[in-house]
Nanobody
Framework: QVQLVESGGGLVQAGGSLRLSCVASGRFFSINAMGWHRQAPGKEREFLAAITSGASTNYADSVKGRFTISRDNAKNTVYLQMNSLKPEDTAVYFC?????????????WGQGTQVTVSS
């Protein structure tokens, strides 16, 4: 079983920064792409950023230039550095990972961490 656990959310003023972390644990062979999504109340889950095992990155236009995704393969951890936060960034932030267990490839999701940006 694979688990993803996010941390680092909280309350921040507009213009501030937060760094989210997501650690993968359990029994698996390898972690391929990892990513971040968010979901605001009453809205669909939105893709934010992804990073491959080779550190190639991809961003949604809404966060490009403000958010930076990175990963530490030795720690099975993906990060999301969020700068210049806006009230509209308020949402629950989820990480996900494409994982090979050796027998199959699965996509796992974390439970989410709340980010609230006050104006």
């Amino acid at each position: 079983q694979v688990q993803l656990v996010e941390s680092g959310g909280g309350l921040v003023q507009a213009g501030g920064s937060l760094r989210l972390s997501c650690v993968a644990s359990g029994r698996f062979f390898s972690i391929n792409a990892m990513g971040w999504h968010r979901q605001a109340p009453g809205k669909e889950r939105e893709f934010l950023a992804a990073i491959t095992s080779g550190a190639s990155t991809n961003y949604a236009d809404s966060v490009k230039g403000r958010f930076t995704i990175s990963r530490d393969n030795a720690k099975n951890t993906v990060y999301l550095q969020m700068n210049s936060l806006k009230p509209e960034d308020t949402a629950v932030y989820f990480c996900n990972a494409a994982i090979s267990t050796g027998k199959q490839s699965i996509v796992s999701w974390g439970q989410g961490t709340q980010v609230t940006v006050s104006s």
